[in-house]
């Protein structure tokens, strides 16, 4: 029996239970252990008050540590990029899709919304990305699930909201995006859109279990991202988008490193290449340049 620990979110529950899925599709025996979390708890709160993403993980990463629960589900992009002491990401499953969408009202686009429209989100990264775009689209911050945020353009509190689409996708709700944003306009969270699967780094019958499930170009396009992200942090507190892809280079596969840094006059975008066997290297070495610019 692996017992599974997850958040209580609707989005949180989907996503445990595709895991779940996949290994009782391979014969294991799987049981969803809910856990409150800091972040689960205190649903007012600026995120970065009570004490950042990691809010969403650390009783789960608890549970582990503690032999309560053998493996944890969680939005990578949730996930700080600090090791844990005793845990590993045992599998890094497929991607969904790692863009953000607009949830606007009338159905509008982000180039339909009018001078002076209110986007709610809560994400540094987002609002730098929306205000460079100097469209006199107007921020402001916002919190709570999938639900409360489309509700607040439903009941006209903002003209639209901006989420991941992977969320809206394991939610059944695609419906309700009236666009997809482009990377160009709108580099997503590192490591948005794709799940990790954490365990104890000594339990081997787990690990087995779990390698089915990983991705490796996922696993690659991930790395490189939070390493960059990771550099970034140890330099600068600005926000930060980024994307990785596996492409296909004149000899071979390569990865593809978009990142976004917001300043105070702007935000700067740079890319870079490299082997996919080193997303480590290309992820720091990004940033570096990022840093270099700034
Ligand atoms: N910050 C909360 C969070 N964590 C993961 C997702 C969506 C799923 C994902 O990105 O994998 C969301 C919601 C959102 O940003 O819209």
Do not use: F
């Not at 599974?4 to 895991?19: D, N």
Request: aromatic content about 0%; hydrophobic content about 45%; some cysteine.
């Amino acid at each position: 029996m692996i017992r599974l620990g997850t958040r209580r979110s609707k989005l949180a529950t989907a996503q445990a239970t595709l895991v779940a899925d996949a290994l009782r599709d391979l014969g294991h025996e799987v049981e969803l252990i809910p856990i409150s979390t800091t972040g689960d708890a205190d649903k007012v709160s600026p995120v970065e008050q009570i004490g950042g993403t990691g809010i969403y993980v650390s009783a789960l990463r608890d549970a582990l540590l503690a032999g309560d629960i053998d493996i944890a589900v969680h939005s990578l992009k949730d996930l700080p990029t600090a090791p844990v002491d005793g845990l590993v990401i045992g599998a890094v499953p497929v991607r969904e899709d790692p863009r953000d969408v607009l949830v606007a009202r009338d159905g509008l686009t982000l180039g339909e919304l009018p001078h002076g429209a209110v986007i709610g989100t809560g994400a540094p990264r987002r609002s730098a990305q929306i205000e460079a775009l100097g469209l006199g689209i107007e921020c402001t911050g916002i919190r709570g699930n999938v639900d409360t945020r489309i509700g607040l353009v439903t009941d006209g509190k903002v003209d639209a909201v901006v989420l991941a689409r992977a969320g809206l996708a394991r939610l059944g709700r695609l419906a309700e995006v009236t666009e997809t944003l482009d990377p160009i306009q709108m580099l997503p969270s590192p490591g948005q859109g794709a799940l990790a699967v954490e365990c104890r780094a000594d339990d081997t019958d787990v690990l087995t279990a779990l390698a089915p499930l990983e991705d490796a170009a996922t696993r690659a396009a991930v790395t490189a991202e939070r390493q960059m992200l990771a550099t970034l942090e140890a330099g600068c507190t600005a926000p930060v988008g980024a994307l990785a892809e596996v492409v296909e280079g004149e000899d071979g596969p390569e990865l593809w490193l978009r990142g976004a840094l917001g300043q105070e006059d702007g935000v700067r975008r740079l890319s870079a290449n490299g082997p996919v066997d080193d997303p480590v290297a290309l992820g720091r070495a990004l940033a570096n340049e990022l840093l270099e610019r700034t």
